[in-house]
């Protein structure tokens, strides 16, 4: 069982930058470790899409390609956090902003499918304006 908390949203200017935090509180006897952890997103009338994806070991990650080399994805083991620094955001970036935990993934895979994952956080609203 895992409790995702996300924080970090905020009105921000095109070009800015913003890092949005997700703690896991997680049940008695779960580890971290054992959870891929991702970032999706969902604007008003679109569908929630891939934002980033990272693997249980920290060291694979997996990009939507609108965001790629813009956004990064990381995850911090002893805070049972993840990361995703988002930099030179565009007004196409506003969105809901979720994070997502999958238990159980192969070690060295960053799921990139919201089907995928288990558990999702309340989200965290991220608007750019122009």
């Known amino acids: 069982q895992v409790t995702l908390v996300e924080s970090g949203g905020g009105l921000v200017q095109a070009g800015d930058s913003l890092r949005l935090s997700c703690v896991a509180s997680l049940a008695s006897g779960r580890i971290f470790s054992n959870y891929a952890m991702g970032w999706f997103r969902q604007a008003p009338g679109k569908e929630r899409e891939l934002v980033g994806a990272?693997?249980?070991?920290?060291?694979?990650?997996y990009y939507g390609n609108s965001v790629k080399g813009r956004f990064t994805i990381s995850r911090d083991m002893a805070k049972n956090t993840v990361y995703l620094q988002m930099n030179s955001l565009k007004t196409e970036d506003t969105a809901v902003y979720y994070c997502?935990?999958?238990?159980?993934?192969?070690?060295?895979?960053?799921?990139?499918?919201?089907?995928?994952?288990?558990?999702w956080g309340q989200g965290t609203q991220v608007t750019v304006s122009s």
């Open positions: 990272i693997a249980r070991s920290g060291g694979s990650t």
């Open positions: 997502a935990a999958d238990f159980a993934s192969y070690i060295y895979y960053a799921p990139s499918l919201s089907a995928e994952y288990d558990y």
